[in-house]
């Protein structure tokens, strides 16, 4: 990001929010000034703001938790999407045919953002809960809206030949590798993930396009690695019929 116009004070507040968010009611003044280098004074002007404004919340103990106004904004964050109300709907009746949890997200720069989950109840839950991020070239969603945004973009995006982070021994490597994969999926319809972004995990995605055929969204079904031979075929039969009801939903949208 261009740091010409950076703020540095609102770069710290969102450090410690991040420090907040990982260990809510764990942390005192004190330790957070220690962990993120920021001299108590200062931090004592942050949450003080910060408090004041109900981003995060002293309790009697001294340590902080997140405050009800981040709440506030993620759900107003949500509703922009009337797609998720769409998707809610239409994803609750198809993960019953498939029997594995369904899953929306949009492309965020080189990240993917979930949205929104169908989940199918089973002892292991997949971690991509609404408001996660996962590095888009490890992701079926990701290769899924990647592989529809034009060249320039793509390479703007991807600067260096090698890829990081590498999550699993699995994950592409290499943009060459990925530009491979991303003209395949195109020609296909959906894109894939074996293991590349959870060991033990294969996925199908479809994107979701708009009237211009733009990328908005893209959904994705994921199952253990020992279920993908037998299901794979009808999983990526009902994510595209799925991913293009949806599109058809977000042009009416429009």
Known sequence: MEKKYWVPALGKADD?????LQRPSQLKLVELSKQLGINKS???????????????VREPEGTYCL??????????FFKQFSLI??????ASLVKHKIEETIQLAKLEQREVL???????PSPVRLASEPGMKLPAHSTALGKAMLAWIE????EALYPAERLEPQITPHTIHSLAELQVQLAQTRADGYAVDLQEAV??????????????????AAISCSMFQHEWERKREMAQQEICALAARLSHSARNLE
């Open 16 to 20: 410690v929010l991040q420090a907040i």
């Open 42 to 56: 200062s931090m004592f002007s942050l949450l003080n703001t910060m408090e004041a404004l109900d981003w995060v």
């Open 67 to 76: 405050g009800s106004k981040l709440g506030f904004f993620g759900n107003a």
């Open 85 to 90: 109300d769409r998707f809610r709907k239409e």
């Open 114 to 120: 979930y949205l929104a989950k169908e989940e199918i």
């Open 151 to 154: 060249p320039e973009k793509l």
């Open 199 to 216: 060991m033990g995990f294969c996925c199908v995605a479809a994107p979701i396009l708009d009237a211009e055929g733009t990328v908005i």
